[in-house]
């Protein structure tokens, strides 16, 4: 199933420097976000939702619509998320979807081989790429945000018998694919601490926040910061 998702595993930059973005966030409550579904509809042309997801305050902080339709061997998702979180900075603006593990190895059109972020767009080479599954995570001693892929058109997960989940997006997106939960990085001190999920969990973002430098110097120019505001997803 697909479920939203706007909260990261934060790393040591975004826990770092004189304004914690971990601690705006988590004040904010995007850790501990509640959702409500405002209105569903079904007919011949698919499924409309309207969501609200508020803090544990009680406060508004996404509003979602989405609709789903049946198209040629999938499902075609339209979302439009409005943040109104009053953050200066937010994480992120996706989805995450649980795979089981049989689906063990990856190809994608996209920025690779290897992680990138928006403000590291020039580390990693536009092209089709392939990876394991066990190669998408990078196992910091203190677990927080890793392995995202930017730039992305097409992602599949997929095995030797051909079974496969293919997320085609219509203009670039983000993707990364872990054993672990957010929550579970998020809970974590140390690397020793994280247990599997049991299945991996396929994230796709609308947008990524940056890596910035703030454990040690300045945060992310502006122009890679994810803001408030409307976000499409197709």
């Not at 059109?109 to 092209?127: H, M, Q, V």
């Not at 392995?147 to 219509?170: H, I, P, Q, S």
């Not at 690397?191 to 299945?199: A, K, N, Q, R």
């Amino acid at each position: 199933a697909l479920e939203h998702i706007f909260m990261r595993a934060s790393t040591d930059n975004d826990r770092g420097g004189n304004k914690s973005l971990d601690k705006m966030w988590r004040n904010a409550g995007l850790d501990n976000l509640v959702m409500e579904l405002v209105d569903f509809k079904a007919g011949k042309e698919g499924i409309q939702t309207e969501k609200i997801y508020k803090s544990a305050k009680g406060k508004t902080l996404f509003k979602v619509k989405e609709s789903y339709s049946l198209i040629d061997g999938g499902i075609n998702v339209d979302a439009e998320i409005k943040a109104n979180t009053g953050c200066s900075q937010l994480p992120r603006i996706g989805y995450q979807c649980p795979l089981p593990l049989s689906l063990d190895k990856l190809q994608w059109y996209g920025a690779g081989p290897w992680s990138s972020y928006s403000d590291r767009g020039n580390s990693a080479f536009l092209g089709i790429h392939e990876a394991k599954a066990n190669e998408m995570f990078d196992n910091y001693a203190k677990p927080q945000e890793n392995g995202n892929r930017a730039d992305t058109r097409w992602v599949k997960v997929f095995n030797e018998d051909d079974c496969m989940m293919l997320v085609n997006g219509n203009g670039c997106f983000n993707f990364s694919l872990s054993p672990y939960s957010v929550k579970k990085m998020m809970d974590a001190n140390h690397s020793c601490e994280l247990v599997p999920d049991g299945y991996y969990t396929l994230f796709i973002d609308a947008v990524m926040a940056p890596v910035g430098n703030a454990s040690c110097g300045p945060q992310a120019m502006g122009k890679y910061q994810v803001k408030d505001g409307v976000y499409k997803m197709n």
